[in-house]
């Protein structure tokens, strides 16, 4: 497939030794999108006036994302591409981005073009200003469904309310993120990442910019509702301990509730002899055996991630980096 783009070639011979800005962008399926988005990002970063590199991770994509990103590469030598041996994930291919970054600033945007990547100077104006970590803040969403909108929703009420972390609404990860706010998260190894927490875990000054949201650029969503499920159960477990809590508060409630139901029938039994027959025994046999199966559940999530940090694994594994620069 060939692929035409304004820009002039750049060779690695003509760039700084340091980039002042990195944009981190994973990447996942984009075929179509990938030109468009690189012309994009070119324009507003060349109208900064500073050096900068785009860290493209290639998260196992199963198109020609691949051939595009190269041609890319070998277009602009300020393009670095991070091949995974597989699909990670995006908040690993993220992690890899921030591991990769060299600027002083880095961005981190999705590669589909929803974030426009129009609000990065005014994100960077914020930067210069004194911001540590600039959030973009969505105060429009463009076509997404109501069921999206409504489980997003839900979804930072139910963090708001479990987690010590206080997460701003209608935020994803398009933020700016100033070289010590990097250097922190890149020290975190913990492999079910939730990185818009960790962003605002790691504290620093931060600050919102709003913008409007728009619609995929091309293709369709790489985010199915399992994969959101998936996601909220990594964010609730990463940063709450509310589920386990629940689990001991409800045993004990219940151990109460059982306590005084042993003694109301021992009463009845020796009185009245109201209490016949099975029934009644089965059906509260069978409905503390599902809590309990529930609450194993839980506590499942939360030894499986630690079986995960025990096994110390990578957390990913890169199978080519393009990169012109000798000097790294």
Request: net charge neutral; aromatic share 10%.
């Amino acid at each position: 497939m060939t692929t035409q783009w304004d820009s002039a070639h750049i060779s690695a011979d003509t760039l700084p030794t340091t980039p002042v800005y990195t944009i981190v962008a994973p990447v996942f399926n984009e075929e179509e999108t990938l030109p468009h988005f690189y012309d994009r990002v070119a324009g507003v970063m060349d109208g900064l006036g500073d050096p900068w590199e785009l860290v493209l991770i290639n998260d196992g994509s199963r198109d020609h994302s691949r051939s595009v990103l190269r041609s890319i590469h070998e277009r602009d030598a300020r393009v670095r591409v991070i091949e995974f041996s597989r699909n990670f994930g995006h908040q690993i291919a993220i992690s890899a981005g921030l591991d990769y970054a060299r600027g002083q600033v880095v961005v981190i945007i999705d590669s589909d073009l929803q974030d426009p990547p129009e609000v990065i100077p005014e994100m960077v104006g914020r930067w210069r200003e004194g911001a540590e970590v600039v959030y973009a803040q969505r105060s429009r969403r463009t076509g997404e469904t109501r069921f999206k909108l409504w489980s997003a929703a839900a979804f930072y009420r139910l963090i708001g309310r479990i987690t010590s972390v206080d997460i701003p609404r209608n935020t994803g990860d398009f933020r700016l993120l100033d070289r010590r706010v990097v250097d922190a998260l890149v020290a975190m190894r913990e492999h079910h990442r939730f990185m818009r927490g960790l962003s605002m875990w790691v504290g620093f000054r931060q600050e919102a910019v709003q913008y409007d949201r728009r619609e995929r650029f091309a293709g369709t969503t790489n985010y199915p509702f399992r994969k959101m499920l998936r996601f909220s159960i990594d964010a609730i477990t990463s940063f709450s301990h509310l589920p386990l809590q629940l689990a001991t508060s409800f045993g004990f409630f219940l151990a109460g509730i059982s306590l005084v139901g042993i003694l109301i029938a021992v009463i009845l039994r020796i009185t009245t002899h109201a209490i016949v027959g099975q029934t009644s025994t089965l059906i509260i046999v069978l409905f503390m055996g599902g809590i309990q199966l529930i609450f194993l559940g839980v506590i499942g999530e939360y030894l499986g991630r630690i079986y995960d940090e025990v096994r110390a694994r990578p957390l990913y594994i890169v199978r080519e980096v393009l990169d012109d620069d000798e000097r790294v």
